[in-house]
């Protein structure tokens, strides 16, 4: 099986090509049996998307373009997203494994009380997204995405990597963070510092948080007031 591996951290890729899989062709992600496998779903533009208790596996979605998306009680096994526009998705109370998100967009998202193994998101943008009680309880990656304005409350990371992305005013509310990797990136802006207890970081990077803290903090420097 192929893996997207960064440091000490891997994520197993969907083996959607492998001897026994036959992907065919769908026209709708609905399925009358809660269940759709070995599928692949393909350049949809659609006004709404409405996805509740189902079941996704072993399955490609690429091109996929969606006004309003709705997922509850979705579970999510084994399956790739590329080059999808959720943008504004409300997704809550599903879990996601073994799946790979590459080129999508997801800004403005609400996700809530999802749960993630073995995930990657790369080169997504989930810009000005709300991740509330999301918990990461396998591996999960973020390589070159774009978290800008990302506001995490009550979330979970513990032993997640952040590489190579986008954390300007990227929010951490309450949560649980131990191991979280956040080298690679710049930490300069990034908020709720308090949170973020037991992370993982360079060295060089401690100037980066003492500048994110200082903002945070409002402070103001002696050299600037007037004598």
């Known amino acids: 099986m192929d893996t997207r591996t960064i440091r000490r951290t891997s ?14 062709d769908v026209t709708s992600l609905e399925s009358g049996r809660g269940r759709m496998a070995e599928f692949h779903y393909a350049d949809a533009e659609l006004r709404d998307l409405s996805l509740a208790d189902t079941h996704l596996m072993d399955g490609r979605i690429t091109g996929l373009k969606s006004r309003r998306t709705w997922l509850d009680q979705l579970r999510v096994d084994s399956v790739e997203f590329s080059d999808c526009d959720l943008a504004d998705l409300q997704w ?5 494994a073994g799946t790979v998100f590459r080129d999508c967009t997801l800004t403005g998202a609400a996700l809530r009380d999802v749960t993630f193994e073995n995930v990657l ?6 810009d000005y997204s709300t991740c509330t009680r999301v918990r990461a309880t396998g591996p999960v ?22 590489d190579d992305c986008d954390l300007r005013l990227t929010e951490f509310d309450g949560g649980k963070y ?11 802006q990034l908020c709720g510092l308090a949170s973020l207890e037991q992370i993982v970081i360079d060295p060089a990077q401690r100037l980066q948080l003492a500048e994110a803290l ?13 004598r």
Do not use: M, Q, W
Not at 11 to 24: M, Q
Not at 151 to 161: E, H, I, K, T, Y
């Open 214 to 226: 200082a903002a945070e903090l409002d402070v103001t420097y002696a050299k600037t007031l007037h």
């Open 178 to 188: 131990r191991g979280l990797d956040l080298r690679g990136n710049d930490l300069s």
């Open 141 to 162: 990656i973020f390589a070159r995405c774009s978290l800008r304005e990302t506001a995490f409350a009550d979330a979970d990371l513990s032993g997640v990597v952040i």
């Open 121 to 126: 998101f790369e080169n997504c943008r989930l």
């Open 11 to 24: 994520v197993t890729l969907p083996a959607l090509d492998a001897p026994g899989i036959c992907l065919s």
């Open 92 to 96: 809550t109370d599903s879990k996601v």
